[in-house]
């Protein structure tokens, strides 16, 4: 079984920074992309920043020069740095990633969530 444990969520003022942590644990024998999405209340889970396993990142328009993703392989663990954040980046955020596993007929790869964390961004 794959898990996906999220850190880093929190109140602060706009303008400031926090970093988020996603580590992946379980039986993995390598993890394809990593990404976080956030969801703000009433609306739909979005795409914040992706990374390919061989570092290709990708932004959503509205975070691109404020954010910065980045993993660290040999921990299995993605990041997300976020500064000069301002109140709409409100949202819980939310770790995904494609780990490799054992399957009976061989390895496939999963989609896996991590729970959430909140991100609370003060005017």
């Known amino acids: 079984q794959v898990q996906l444990v999220e850190s880093g969520g929190g109140l602060v003022q706009a303008g400031g920074s926090l970093r988020l942590s996603c580590a992946a644990s379980g039986s993995i024998f390598g993890i394809n992309a990593m990404g976080w999405y956030r969801q703000a209340p009433g609306k739909q889970r979005e795409l914040v920043a992706t990374i390919s396993s061989d570092g290709i990142t990708n932004y959503a328009d509205s975070v691109k020069g404020r954010f910065t993703i980045s993993r660290d392989i040999a921990k299995n663990t993605v990041y997300l740095q976020m500064n000069s954040l301002k109140p709409e980046d409100t949202a819980v955020y939310y770790c995904?990633?494609?780990?490799?596993?054992?399957?009976?007929?061989?390895?496939?790869?999963?989609?896996?969530w991590g729970q959430g964390t909140l991100v609370t961004v003060s005017s």
């Open positions: 995904n990633a494609d780990p490799l596993v054992a399957d009976p007929r061989g390895y496939k790869y999963l989609e896996v």
